[in-house]
C-alpha cells in the first residue's frame, strides 16, 4: 500500500468551479502535512501546509483529520491558472527530512 | 535572491555510462534533499543531506546511486552504469534547515538509451 493515495483524476472543471482533492496517509507518525502544486515540466511549489485546525489561503482551504489521517484541498471560484498537478505530501519530522509524496491529482480547468 | 539552480537541464547518455548531475541549494540552506520522479509519479526520496553528511540515503535504490556535498554546499549526484530504468526527472531541494519548507530546482531530465 502506497504511503500516500490520492484521488486519481484527472479533474476537468469549467472556470469559477468548485473542486476537493482528497488524500490519505498510511502513517499515523506522519507529523507535517502540505500540498504542492506542479505544473507541466516544472518542479513543485509549495502551495499551502496543512494545520489541524484547518486554513485558509484566499480561494484554498485545507483540512487536516488526524484519526482518519485523510488530508483534503479545496479550490473555489477555480480560475484557467489553477490547471496544475496537486501533489499531497506528509513529513515524518525529526531526523527524517524526507517528504514523502502522492502521485498527484491533475486538474484541468476549461473557459 | 536566487533559487536552487541544477545542471545540465537535460542529459542524453547511453545505457552503461557513468553521469553526475549537479545541485546548487539556496546560499545558506543547511539541508540538501535528492529525489526522483518518474512519469505520472510523484518525486520519489533518494537521499538527504545536512551539511556535509549524508543524513538519511535510505532511498537510493542500489549501490550504482551515489551522491556527496563535500563543502556542505553544491551536491553532486553520481549514477554508474546507467540503465534504462534511470530515466527520469532528478529533483534537488534545499531548505534553511532539516524541518523547514523545501524549495525545488527545476531538475535534470535524464534520459538513458
Known amino acids: 500500500r502506497k504511503e500516500v493515495e490520492q484521488d486519481p483524476g484527472p479533474f476537468n472543471v469549467p472556470e469559477g468551479a468548485t473542486v476537493a482533492f482528497n488524500c490519505t496517509y498510511s502513517n499515523s507518525a506522519s507529523q507535517s502535512f502540505f500540498w504542492y502544486r506542479q505544473d507541466c515540466r516544472k518542479e513543485p511549489k509549495l502551495l499551502m501546509s496543512?494545520?489541524?485546525s484547518g486554513n485558509e489561503d484566499g480561494r484554498f482551504t485545507a483540512q487536516l483529520n488526524r484519526a482518519s489521517q485523510y488530508i483534503s484541498l479545496l479550490i473555489r471560484d477555480s480560475k484557467l491558472s489553477d490547471s496544475a498537478t496537486y501533489l499531497c505530501v506528509v513529513n515524518y519530522g525529526g531526523s527524517q527530512g524526507n517528504l514523502i509524496f502522492g502521485k498527484g491529482t491533475k486538474l484541468s480547468v476549461k473557459p | 535572491g536566487a533559487g536552487v539552480s541544477q545542471t545540465p537541464s537535460n542529459k542524453v547518455t547511453e545505457k552503461g555510462k557513468y553521469v553526475e548531475l549537479r545541485c546548487d541549494p539556496i546560499s545558506g540552506h543547511t539541508a540538501l534533499y535528492w529525489y526522483r520522479q518518474s512519469l505520472g509519479q510523484g518525486p520519489e526520496f533518494l537521499i538527504y543531506?545536512?551539511?556535509?553528511?549524508?543524513?538519511?540515503d535510505s532511498g537510493l535504490p542500489n549501490d550504482r546511486f551515489f551522491a556527496v556535498r563535500p563543502e556542505g554546499s553544491v551536491s553532486t549526484l553520481k549514477i554508474q552504469r546507467t540503465e534504462r530504468g534511470d530515466s527520469a526527472v532528478y529533483l534537488c531541494?534545499?531548505?534553511?534547515?532539516?524541518?523547514?519548507?523545501?524549495?525545488f530546482g527545476p531538475g535534470t531530465r535524464l534520459t538513458v538509451l
Open positions: 543531506f545536512q551539511g556535509t553528511g549524508a543524513a538519511d
Open positions: 531541494a534545499s531548505s534553511l534547515f532539516s524541518e523547514d519548507t523545501q524549495y
Open positions: 496543512v494545520y489541524s
